[in-house]
């Protein structure tokens, strides 16, 4: 009683925040589902069964302009470091099996921040932050367990990729689980943590989806649940989707029966948008996975539970990917971070008010394959793009079949910069590049200021050959850089 009035009072000036009733940190479950386009979630489209999803978005914080990168490792690195991409060498492409790359070992990142804070980590799922050594691995960079695979992708069955196994509990390969599907097997490995956990410690619990990346695959009943979907590939997707729903409602309904749901705070979000050539759909937004248009960079996002003092409503601000290490460490009540990329929106988020982020920078990439830029900038309500913004340009519609279509986007038939006004035209549909000048060249020196900043891309061409799991046992493994 004295604790609940003294927070109330301290809450007014914003210092009990961090600390539970339980006198310790507020648990923290950040959950991230692959390639889960703008398109792909009910509360976005009616089309797509996700109810669980859907009542934590709606009892939560929407995240209404939550930016991350076009593709998985970058954002995943955002995620881990709190440093934009192009600081870290991982802003070209992702991160391949083959090759000796890992997000740089001299940053600390969250599950280590969290850790100083007292918190249990654990990872389950994907890392693809790199493992060409051991200590790029999770268990060596903050997490206590880790139950997943380290690449970009793999069968969702076997979890095997280009003929060999990705696949571990710790360190160690599991070969005994072909056969069970990724969703259900790390909801069942999410839930068990939450079972053994000793609620007398804060946790830590980074669950990182392969749903819904490709390969296409699901269980018959998922994609029965879709009969009037007459796109095979995008009927299966849904029912990745929907998988990926009830796995949710697994690990929120483990939350509340273990008595910690009152007590945690729950981040959800995808690493980019829905890849349209592998039936992800992002409309009405523009683009796809792999562009800076916003249709690969806007991400699904919402906020659920402890800390949050005004629910069911929308936060509006701009959030980006680097964010979520100086937010969740200090909704976690730790010192705050001041030396990333990243701004702690913790007070913002926790009150609903407005995002003191006022700029983004969506990439920039110097990798002379593909051609010129790949830059663009949001300040305010303008972005402007800078060179290629990456394949698949177009506005499309669920059942479109886009991998049929040609869509790789000529450098030569356009601009060489887009300018958009996101607030009149989120859907990036009137380029104002020849009749704003001025806006142009005030982004476009906002950018060069950035670019500046920049570390070369690290992504060797060459595969190397120690990589090769048939040296360790047929499994993707680190010891070769
Ligand atoms: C990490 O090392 C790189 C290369 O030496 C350096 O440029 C960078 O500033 C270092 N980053 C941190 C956070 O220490
Ligand atoms: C992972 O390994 C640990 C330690 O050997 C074991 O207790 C745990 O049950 C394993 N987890 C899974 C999901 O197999
Ligand atoms: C998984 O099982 C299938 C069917 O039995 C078999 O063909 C495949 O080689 C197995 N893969 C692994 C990695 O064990
Ligand atoms: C949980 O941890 C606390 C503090 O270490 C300990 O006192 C308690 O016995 C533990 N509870 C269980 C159920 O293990
Ligand atoms: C959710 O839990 C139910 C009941 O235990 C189980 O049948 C189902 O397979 C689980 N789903 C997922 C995606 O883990």
Redesign the pocket.
Known sequence: MFVQLLCTVLVIINLCDDVSAAGRPRHIVFIVADDLGWNDIGFHNPDIITPNIDKLAREGLLLNHHYVQPLCSPSRAAFMSGYYPFKTGLQHSVILENQPVCLPLNITILPQKLKELGYATHIVGKWHNGFCSWNCTPTYRGFDSFFGYYGAMEDYY???IRGF?DYRNNTTPV?TD??TYSTLRFTDVATDIIERHNQSQPLFLYLAYQAVYGPIEVPAKYEAMYPNIKSENRRKFSGMVSALDEAVGNVTKTLRQRGLMDDTLILFTADNGGGVDESGNNYPLRGSKFTVYEGGTRAVGFMYGSGLQKTGTVFDGMIHAVDWLPTLTAAAGGTPVSDRDGINLWPSLSTASPSPRTEVVYNYDSHPQPVQGHAAIRVGDYKLIDGYPGPFPDWYKPEQVTSSLNTRFSRDSANQYQLFNLKDDPNERNDLSNFRPDMVKKLAARLAWYKKQAVPPNFPETPDDLSNPALYGNVWSPGWC
């Open positions: 076997t979890h095997v196994l070969w072909n056969g």
